[in-house]
């Protein structure tokens, strides 16, 4: 794709531009995501169960990546936890990403329901799965030496799910509409509405060219 935004023409980032391989990155999926899980703490210590409002992030179309969806709260505000997220490319989901802040793990976000050291996510529940391998939880733990920055850092990270059967899962290519976690409306990109102009001219070309026709008939 085309990467770069103004503000720095090297970041490896695919903007909207209309361009036919960054619009491929913006060509959206609406299953496979996360509706809600269990969070909690080491041991289930202060389990919750928690509802995502998942959506789009149009500045999030990473090079040779794929573009991120993420709980609407967790996108547009800081990361006060550790956070699920969801990845695609041209219609096809692309990765199950955790994602964690270096603030999480050197505890130093200030929040008191952030489970540091230990942060577990279970018995998450999709709107459709299309992919059967999809997790169903994961978690992470750290060290007390993220936080003291004393002796080492270790960082342990747990991803479960239903292996793939045979030859494994099939990834199909399945569009759909997903809304703008900026906005809350259904995001339309660039390249959709440049082609929706052009098929409307073409249309246009040939209904004027088919009267033309018509009149000399006549």
Known sequence: CQIGTRA????????????H??????NLISSDMPQSAVVSGANSVGETKKRFDF??????????SGIHYGDKSETVGEWKTPVTIIGSHDCRLMFFEPMI???????KVG??????????????????????ALPHSWS??????CKTGVGHCHIRIVVEGTKCKGSGCEL???????????TD?????????????????FLTFWSVLACVVCLFQA
């Open 8 to 19: 720095n023409p090297r970041l490896p980032v695919c903007t909207d531009n209309g361009n």
């Open 172 to 182: 199909k290519r399945e569009c759909g509409a997903m809304k703008d976690c900026n």
């Open 55 to 64: 959506c789009v992030d149009p500045s999030s179309a990473i090079l040779r």
């Open 111 to 132: 929040f008191s329901h952030n489970h540091w050291p230990s942060y577990h996510v279970s018995d998450i529940q999709y709107n459709r799965k299309t992919y059967q």
């Open 21 to 26: 391989a960054n619009s491929d990155y913006y």
């Open 140 to 145: 992470i733990s750290v060290s007390d030496g």
């Open 101 to 107: 802040s270096w603030k999480w793990i050197s505890n």
């Open 185 to 201: 409306r259904i995001y339309t990109s660039v390249g959709s509405h440049s082609r929706s102009m052009k098929e409307a001219g």
